[in-house]
């Protein structure tokens, strides 16, 4: 008989109520809940007022910002689903919402989670498209912003319906508090679903980043190589594209790899045994990228920062105040210097 990967059985027995031998204490389920609150209530507030600011704000309705908003609708989706549920259910210690319940949230936060990830790609193919120009004079329009946001949407739609026909399943992981696809599920017919799901909507993806962002700081080396500024200002912003590309391509593998190598390890190797705690932090990796996708991608970006910092801050905009600040400074120390 295969040695069972956790204390609970892949049945619905699991959704009845508490687990009579549960893979925490009392207190683990607590701090759980914490943990995740943590992650969800910035998240929600800080993709909420992306999405807000730029209903508010023509300035930001741009096709270049389409796929920032697209993945601020994506993570706030993924952390109403699987963030405030993971917090209920880990404060009441079991998964409360029943067989049906474990679907329909592995379905919607999976759905969510993977177009951000796709948008993740997007926003990597269409910078490179506005730098590197690889159709010439072809100019990145709304069209296109439009088309790669509905393909980000579709990609991660044809890959999550499958569990809700047979192929694959959506089940109870880590310690039994949240759903998604049944990746330590032993059936062949799942496991070439977990191959295939991961080979696509993580693989693919991570390649497109790569090569999009290998071709952009070739591009900009390139640049640099030819164009002799004053004070090295191509050098500078070359090295300041490349320093958050590596932040970008970090970020994504943080969030992401842990998840999809665990996976592929228990389909590697089926008789694994993996702990319940050690099969939760992946899954809270991966929800963890809802916080800083909007802190790396939006409010590191001058345009979504001058409308959204003074959104949250009701009005105040200090880097205006700094500004005002450092020159009254430099004014008093002008009057007092020697002439």
Same mark, same amino acid.
């Given at each position: 008989m295969q040695q069972q990967l956790f204390a609970f059985a892949a049945n619905d027995s699991s959704y009845l109520g508490p687990p009579r031998d549960p893979p925490l204490p009392r207190m683990g389920y607590i701090i759980l809940s914490i943990i995740m609150a943590l992650?969800?209530?910035?998240a929600i507030v800080l993709n909420a007022t992306v999405i807000i600011v730029s209903l508010m704000h023509k300035q930001l309705r741009q096709p270049l910002n389409y796929a920032l908003v697209n993945m601020a609708v994506a993570d706030l989706g993924t952390a109403m689903t699987g963030g405030v549920l993971s917090v209920v259910n880990n404060a009441q210690g079991y998964f409360s919402l029943g067989r049906t319940g474990c679907v329909?949230?592995?379905f919607a936060v999976s759905l969510c989670g993977?177009?951000?990830?796709? /948008?993740?790609?997007?926003i990597a193919v269409e910078r490179m498209f506005v730098v590197c120009k690889p159709l010439g004079q072809i /100019?990145?329009?709304?069209?296109? @912003?439009?088309?790669?946001? @509905?393909?980000?949407?579709?990609?991660?739609?044809?890959?999550?319906l499958p569990p809700l026909f047979g192929w694959g399943r959506y089940d109870l992981e880590g310690v039994g508090t949240s759903c998604a696809p049944a990746w330590h599920n032993k059936d062949p017919g799942n496991v070439s679903y977990i191959i295939s799901y991961f080979a696509v909507c993580f693989a693919v993806p991570f390649a497109v980043i790569l090569a999009s962002y290998a071709k952009l700081l070739w591009t900009l080396h390139q640049v640099s190589k030819? @164009?002799?500024?004053?004070?090295? @200002?191509?050098?500078?912003?070359e090295l300041k594209v490349a320093s958050m590309v590596i932040l970008m391509v970090l970020t994504f593998l943080i969030s992401w790899l842990p998840y999809a190598?665990?996976?592929?390890?228990? !389909?590697?190797?089926?008789? !694994?045994?993996?702990? =319940?705690?050690?099969?939760?932090?992946? !899954?809270?990796?991966?929800?963890?990228? /809802?916080?800083?996708? =909007?802190i790396i991608y939006i409010y590191l970006n001058?345009?979504?920062?001058?409308?959204?910092v003074p959104f949250l801050l009701c009005g105040?905009?200090?880097?205006?105040?700094?500004?005002?600040?450092?020159?009254?400074t430099m004014i008093e120390t002008n009057k007092v210097s020697p002439s």
């Open positions: 992650f969800t209530c910035p329909m949230e592995g993977i177009t951000s990830l796709c /948008t993740v790609a997007l /100019t990145f329009q709304k069209k296109h @912003a439009v088309g790669g946001i @509905a393909l980000s949407w579709l990609w991660s739609l044809v890959w999550n030819m @164009a002799c500024l004053e004070g090295g @200002a191509v050098a500078k912003g190598g665990l996976s592929m390890l228990v !389909v590697a190797s089926p008789d !694994v045994t993996i702990s =319940p705690l050690v099969g939760t932090v992946p !899954v809270y990796l991966a929800k963890s990228s /809802t916080v800083y996708n =909007p001058k345009q979504f920062r001058k409308y959204a105040r905009e200090p880097w205006v105040e700094d500004e005002a600040s450092e020159a009254t």
